[in-house]
């Protein structure tokens, strides 16, 4: 029985939401991560408060692009080792929406639980409330953006044995645009000037990556699956 | 007229070819390098505001515009072999990565000595600079993921794919000083209008151009002969090329 594009996409997306939801430690653990490496930079400069309003655009930002990568790993890792993904494959649906529907779920496990954890960091790192808006918004297409990029990187370093440092190699340099802009827009909404230039510019790389990446990763995955 | 271009897919005729022209284009390259080194740093006038140091334009500018040159190249290949399966392009990007690496090296070390007396420091966070060092991170990137894979063929491909990937970031380095307020100072040469810059001090940079594109085309000549036959070490014509 062969089902339709959108039925196969929305099957896909509930499963891996169901996967990830049984095994809660996967989508907490890099929220933690998160909340331990923002705490560390506060202890590692002596508390200087104001020092700390300074740099906790740049802090918070860092602090999610490793903890979207820590939780990338996992993408295809678990799939390709038990033989699902190569069934998917053979399924007769497109790899493309295969590879859309999986990022599509992880972003929402990963990226979108980071943006709702983001105010509780950005409270104990100074950051004022006037300023959460513009910071959840950058960090939800940024970790959008991430996703796909992630997703380009996670298919090329399927089945390698020590596939994630590559994986950082890979994707981390892509991603500096998203630190740039995505600290900067951070960084003038608390100083309080106009954002919109570093949000449009996120938002440009976000829909960039949507249209063009999931292409670009489906064929990585077939690349390292073949 | 199309048969040149179908012979650049046969690895005897890429191999022969390579061994052919390596010799010239590593003579017109001394040539070319060695007419401007001693025009570039004897010849020319010192610059009106930079002094002496200006000279280091000579081979800054060379090695970063070939650093790009390298990666499009590269990029270009990759996308050739993976399109067509022509297995030649993924020879020209293995050996084209560690040049362009060398090449993105050797553009931010000089840089970085430029840059201490004219701007005060060594490195900046300034939007050229930071991309040009994304550029030799993406060539890293891809030379490590070339040699993760255990069967060659799929880390090529995998390779090819990351190269034509990160082939975004070249145009970003390229107007990386039009787009953003740079540290770094504008186009001289390649620009609308007359270059911003007099003959006594193009024309060594043009002949420095020009050498670099040659000595990489003699370099990867060289390197591309070693990754056919390697690639290529189980076919009849590798014996019979390497003992004639």
Redesign the interface.
């Known amino acids: 029985m062969t089902v339709g594009t959108w039925e196969a996409f929305r099957l896909l997306v509930h499963r891996e939401l169901c996967l990830s939801f049984r095994r809660p430690e996967q989508l907490v653990q890099p929220l933690v991560f998160f909340l331990i490496v923002t705490t560390l930079f506060p202890l590692g400069l002596n508390l200087q408060l104001s020092l700390l309003r300074d740099m906790s655009p740049g802090v918070l930002w860092v602090a999610a692009l490793l903890s979207s990568l820590l939780s990338l790993d996992s993408l295809f890792k678990s799939d390709a080792d038990d033989g699902t993904l190569e069934q998917l494959v053979l399924s007769g649906q497109g790899l493309t929406v295969i590879v859309v529907a999986k990022t599509c779920a992880h972003w929402l496990v990963t990226g979108a639980a980071l943006v709702i954890v983001s105010p509780i960091v950005a409270t104990a790192l100074g950051i004022p409330v006037d300023a959460f808006a513009t910071m959840m918004l950058s960090l939800a297409l940024g970790t959008l953006t991430l996703s796909w990029l992630g997703a380009?990187g996670a298919g090329?370093?399927i089945g390698?044995r020590?596939?994630n440092v590559?994986l950082s190699?890979?994707v981390?340099?892509?991603s500096?645009?998203l630190l740039?802009f995505g600290a900067a827009a951070t960084d003038r909404a608390i100083s309080g000037t106009s954002v919109m230039g570093a949000i449009y510019f996120l938002a440009a790389l976000c829909v960039f990556t949507c249209t063009l990446a999931p292409f670009?990763a489906a064929?990585?995955v077939r690349?390292?699956l073949? | 007229m199309w048969t040149w271009f179908y012979k650049l897919a046969s690895p005897p005729y890429v191999y022969g070819a390579a061994a052919a022209l390596a010799p010239w284009f590593l003579g017109f390259a001394a040539l070319a390098i060695g007419y401007g080194s001693i025009a570039g740093l004897a010849i020319a006038p010192p610059d009106y505001q930079q002094g002496e140091a200006f000279r280091m334009i000579y081979v800054h500018v060379p090695s970063a515009i070939m650093s790009l040159t390298t990666y499009t190249v590269m990029a270009v290949a990759s996308g050739i072999a993976l399109i067509w399966r022509i297995k030649v392009g993924h020879a020209v990007a293995a050996a084209s990565a560690p040049i362009g690496a060398s090449f993105t090296i050797l553009a931010l070390v000089t840089g970085s000595l430029w840059g201490r007396p004219m701007w005060g420091t060594y490195w900046a966070w300034d939007p050229r600079l930071t991309s040009e060092l994304i550029l030799l991170f993406l060539y890293v990137g891809v030379m490590s993921l070339r040699s993760a894979f255990e069967d060659p063929a799929r880390g090529d491909r995998a390779a090819a794919l990351l190269a034509v990937v990160g082939v975004v970031n070249v145009p970003i380095v390229h107007f990386s000083v039009v787009w953003w307020n740079s540290l770094h100072q504008g186009a001289t040469i390649v620009k609308l209008g007359a270059p911003s810059m007099p003959g006594s001090m193009l024309w060594p940079l043009l002949s420095m151009w020009l050498g670099f594109m040659l000595f990489y085309g003699a370099v990867l000549c060289v390197r591309l002969q070693g990754e056919v036959l390697n690639r290529e070490r189980q076919a009849s014509w590798v014996r019979e090329a390497i003992k004639s």
């Open positions: 380009i090329l370093t390698l020590r596939g590559l190699l890979i981390l340099p892509l500096t645009p740039i670009a064929a990585a690349i390292t073949e």
